[in-house]
């Protein structure tokens, strides 16, 4: 089945009791049993319930993976994961990576004596240095956020395995279209469903998607034992949301495309951090690995002030100034102050996260539209 056809039917099928073509909204806390451990399947809705069911299904589908798992965020479902690990685990985690992530990582589980290592991947080989007996996951993001780095999964999932280490792969900024990282032999597949999958702005979300049996049924533990589930609404937006995410997606690569060449050649910007320019240091895995180059992009400006970069922001009216990104309509960011503002100030910069670099989340508006609101900002 292809891609434009899994998001539409994968995993799903018309309601049984009346024919209703969309999965409904089981908007219920509790299931009739006949009799004590007679049920139909479902017996609480922290446990399970019908639209989210649904919805895990057409996950795993759109991932090539076996089960699906979602959230109540993404960063509930980052924090499943990290309760697989026990005190004395070591984990090494890519340096550029969203805010959130790096906070539960430094203010919540280092405090449970777990140790991270922040690291450049773009040199996969780098990762090998830092790995001990103590390590038992490596967490890749790619593309990075906000920086755009590609990280080789192919080379992350070699050493994971030369190693017997939990590989881990954040595909938020790529989403299922673009790339699948189970199919080059990831463990678990993390997505902050709020953005792309979702796609409209709507929910808060977050999955998991994996092929392991026992370690499906570790996080399924975890995750009815906690209780960060996600509620059969939210459900029930995604899966309408997920039925145009390869229309989408396909408006999102041609705007983004469009907009990173014009920011590429406008005078009063220093630098474009996009993986679909040949220029990118690691283009060629991109183009490996991704059959796309996705609707995600930062740039600096030529003076490097954070006055100028505060200008361009606040004079924007299609771009909206808005955490988040992969809705459909486009938001511009300062990661600084907005999404990075967790990671100290020294920290940030080393990844290039600087005072002055800016984040677009292009939508699917026009983008003659999207370039003029962008032209007059930066005059």
Same mark, same amino acid.
């Given at each position: 089945?292809? %891609?434009?056809?899994?998001v539409i039917?994968? &995993?799903?099928s018309?309601?049984p009791?009346?024919?209703?073509i969309m999965?409904p909204?089981?908007?219920? #806390?509790?299931?009739?049993?006949a009799?004590? &451990? ?5 017996e609480y809705? $922290?446990?399970?319930n019908?639209? $989210?069911?649904?919805l895990?299904?057409?996950?795993a589908?759109?991932e090539n +993976?076996? %089960?699906?798992?979602?959230?109540s965020?993404?960063m509930?479902a ?6 697989l690990?026990k005190p004395?685990?070591?984990?090494? #985690?890519t ?12 203010? /919540? ?8 290592h922040f690291i450049?991947?773009e040199?996969?080989n780098d ?13 890749v ?7 755009l780095n590609i ?6 999932v070699?050493i994971?395995?030369?190693?017997q280490?939990?590989?881990v792969?954040?595909?938020?900024f790529?989403?299922p279209y673009?790339q699948?990282p189970?199919?080059m032999g990831?463990?678990i597949?993390?997505h ?5 999958i979702?796609g409209h702005?709507d929910?808060?979300? &977050?999955?998991l998607?994996?092929n ?8 399924g533990?975890i995750?009815?034992? =906690?209780g960060?589930?996600?509620?059969p609404?939210? =459900?029930f937006?995604?899966?309408? &949301? ?5 229309l989408?997606?396909?408006?999102? =690569?041609e705007?983004?495309?469009?907009i990173? *060449?014009?920011?590429a ?6 630098k474009?951090?996009w993986p679909?320019?040949?220029t990118?240091p690691?283009?060629l /895995?991109a183009?490996k690995?991704? $059959?796309?180059? +996705?609707g995600?992009?930062s ?5 490097d #002030?954070? *006055?100028s970069a505060?200008k361009?922001?606040?004079?924007t009216h ?5 955490? #988040?990104?992969g809705?459909v *309509? ?22 290039g996260?600087t005072?002055?670099l800016?984040?677009l989340?292009? +939508?699917?508006?026009d983008?003659d539209?999207?370039i003029?609101?962008?032209n007059?900002?930066?005059?």
């Open positions: 089945m292809k %891609f434009g056809t899994k039917h994968a &995993g799903l018309p309601d009791s009346t024919g209703a999965t909204i089981f908007q219920t #806390s509790t299931y009739v049993q009799a004590p &451990g007679n049920h139909k399947g479902y809705s $922290r446990t399970q019908p639209t $989210r069911t649904a895990q299904n057409n996950l589908a759109l +993976g076996k %089960f699906g798992l979602v959230f965020s993404g509930g980052t924090d499943a994961v990290m309760k690990l004395g685990d070591e984990v090494i #985690s340096n550029d990576l969203y805010g959130g992530t790096y906070r539960i990582f430094t203010k /919540i589980y280092a405090d449970f004596g777990i140790k991270f450049h991947m040199n996969i990762i090998e240095n830092f790995v001990n007996a103590n390590t038992k996951m490596i967490w993001e790619t593309p990075t956020n906000p920086m990280i080789d999964i192919a080379g992350a070699s994971a395995k030369k190693h280490l939990t590989l792969v954040d595909n938020t790529a989403s673009l699948n189970l199919d990831a463990d597949v993390l902050s469903v709020t953005k792309y979702g702005s929910v808060v979300m &977050g999955a998607v994996l392991d049996e026992a370690m499906a049924a570790r996080l533990f995750q009815n034992s =906690c960060a589930v996600a509620g609404q939210d =459900c937006l995604v899966l309408r &949301g997920i039925k145009t995410l390869h989408r997606m396909q408006r999102h =690569c705007n983004g495309r469009k990173a *060449e014009f920011l050649k406008h005078p009063k910007v220093k474009v951090y679909g320019f040949e990118h690691n283009h /895995i183009k690995q991704m $059959r796309d180059f +996705g995600m992009m740039f600096t400006l030529k003076d #002030s954070i *006055e505060m361009v922001l606040s004079h299609l771009f909206s100034l808005a955490e #988040s990104l809705g *309509e486009s938001l511009i960011g300062h990661p600084a102050t907005m999404t990075h503002a967790s990671i100290p100030k020294e920290e940030r910069e080393k990844s996260v005072d002055s800016i984040r989340s292009v +939508g699917v508006e983008v539209d999207l003029e609101d962008l007059n900002a930066l005059a």
